[in-house]
Structures are given as structure tokens and as C-alpha cells.
């Protein structure tokens, strides 16, 4: 899927994929994640700042390309990172949570983000705090 992307959009040769997202290993829910990118829908990721460091990954950049693969690997769709920012917890507007596609409201969004990063926290060493800084991803499908 990689190569026939690059070919169409006419990117150079030696453009690369930075990455792979499943939705699917995350959750119960991850069928209906993958749905919602797909239909455009989804659009935003958050994910704790101390995760990164924690798993000594590197932060996104704004313009790299990511895999959307689905639970046996297999490749669903091609994203594009279009921004990625650094955000305090308390400082999340609803604009950007509604981005995730996943809540009714930003007390809904809070409540399940606190309990994600609370049981985050508890296996990679941190505590939850209203402050606690988040890396706020937008994306788009660009090929599917």
C-alpha cells in the first residue's frame, strides 16, 4: 500500500513511513476507531508526554506518514500528520477532544483520558495530575 501511495502522490523514492497505528490492540474498541478514521471522523489523537519517554520513542512530527493497520498487521489505510503539539490535561478545549470522535461532551472526554492515563501511569511510573502534559496529534487519511 506504501509504495502505490507514493507513486500517486508523487512522493520521492526514498520517502518513508515513519510507523505503524492499531487502534485494534488498544481496545475492545478499536474496530470502531479504525471506522472512524476512516470515515473522517477521527481525527486526533492524544497520548501522554511521559509515555514517550517512558518507551524512548521519538515525538511525531507534523508531515510524517503512518500505517493504519489493522489487528492481523494488514495495511487499512495511509495518515498523514498534520500537527502535533504539546498540551497541559487541564487546558484540553472540547474543540480538540470532539477531534478524537469518541465523546459526548469534554466532562466525558476528561473522565475516560483520567482513567486511561491512571492506569497508564501505574505501569510506566507516573501519576495522573491535572497538569499532566499531553501530545495532541491531528491526522488525515490520505490514501485508503
Request: some cysteine; overall charge negative; charged content about 30%.
Amino acid at each position: 500500500m506504501w509504495e502505490k501511495f507514493k507513486k500517486k502522490a508523487g512522493l520521492p523514492q526514498d520517502t518513508f513511513l515513519t510507523a505503524e497505528i492499531c487502534f485494534e490492540d488498544e481496545s475492545i474498541n478499536g474496530a470502531a476507531k479504525m471506522a472512524l478514521v476512516l470515515a473522517g471522523k477521527k481525527t486526533a489523537i492524544f497520548s501522554s508526554l511521559a509515555t514517550f519517554s517512558v518507551d524512548g520513542e521519538p515525538m511525531p512530527v507534523s508531515g510524517e506518514y503512518y500505517a493504519l493497520v489493522d489487528k492481523n498487521g494488514k495495511d487499512v489505510a495511509i495518515l498523514e500528520m498534520e500537527t502535533v503539539n504539546i498540551i497541559p490535561f487541564c487546558d484540553v478545549t472540547w474543540g480538540m477532544a470532539s477531534q478524537e470522535a469518541e465523546d459526548e461532551n469534554l466532562e466525558a472526554w476528561k473522565s475516560r483520558m483520567e482513567e486511561i492515563l491512571t492506569d497508564e501511569g501505574a505501569i510506566t511510573g507516573f501519576d495522573f495530575r491535572p497538569d499532566i502534559k499531553l501530545v495532541f496529534q491531528t491526522f488525515k487519511v490520505v490514501y485508503k
